[in-house]
């Protein structure tokens, strides 16, 4: 059962308006959530997070805002550039999933970003 | 410096080959990850190491062995692999939890692996 959802598989967006992600999870007990991009044949990149005490996080161009009780989280990016074309993943780790330090983290399945010059 | 390096970029070995896998960063992180992603799948965790010491397993099977030599190198040993283990193998690295501050994992750009 996919505790982390993206349910748009992709979207598509014109040069300098805004993109809007989102992201919806299952588990009550996630406390933190981050967003990657990937471009093809490249690792994930990470690009922003938030913990579940705040519900919005901005770092330049991008902010995520978390709804808990929505159990919802949407990645803004404003204005869109087309070097933002590229894959997006949801990532959540739960209280409790910390082993040794470590954190353990459930990704969405993605929403593939398209931004049109 | 953020960088996670992975050796090689890509790998194609036969089933009855043993090959390694090789992930290395220099941030001083104390949290090392093997990730497996599929086409058009999301990353799938296979293990974690911490503090040189593995702390989980996904129940992988053993024809996968993880290795942590130092804190800075992360191994994984391949042997008796099948077709359907053919994916993109990535490495991660993390600050360990501080308390209640979590930290980012960074991903290295990976391994393209065909099993034939």
């Known amino acids: 059962d996919q505790q982390v959802k993206q349910n748009s598989p992709s979207l598509s967006v014109q040069e300098g308006r805004i993109s809007i992600l989102n992201c919806d999870y299952t588990?009550?007990?996630?406390?933190?959530f981050l967003w990657y991009k990937k471009y093809p044949a490249e690792g994930p990149t990470f690009l922003i997070s938030i913990s579940s005490i705040k519900d919005k996080n901005e770092d330049g161009r991008f902010t995520v805002f978390l709804n808990k009780s929505a159990k919802h989280l949407s990645l803004h990016i404003v204005p869109s550039q087309p070097g933002d074309s590229a894959v997006y993943f949801c990532a959540a780790s739960a209280e409790g999933w910390t082993q040794g330090g470590s954190e353990k983290l459930v990704f969405g399945k993605g929403t593939k970003l398209t931004v049109n010059p | 410096d953020t960088e996670v390096t992975q050796t090689p970029k890509h790998l194609v070995m036969g089933m009855t080959n043993k090959k390694s896998l090789k992930c290395e960063q220099h941030?001083?992180?104390?949290?090392m990850y093997w990730y497996k992603q599929k086409a058009k799948k999301p990353p799938e965790l296979m293990f974690v190491?911490?503090?040189?010491?593995?702390?989980i397993n996904e129940s992988v099977p053993s024809r996968f062995s993880p290795e942590c030599p130092n804190s800075s190198l992360l191994n994984l040993h391949l042997h008796a692999l099948q077709p359907e283990d053919s994916a993109l193998y990535l490495c991660?690295?993390?600050?360990?939890?501080?308390?209640?501050?979590?930290?980012?994992?960074?991903f290295g750009p990976g391994t393209r692996l065909t099993v034939t």
């Open positions: 588990n009550s007990m996630f406390d933190y």
């Open positions: 941030m001083g992180h104390r949290a």
């Open positions: 190491y911490s503090y040189e010491k593995l702390s």
């Open positions: 991660a690295s993390s600050q360990t939890k501080d308390r209640l501050i979590s930290y980012e994992q960074y």
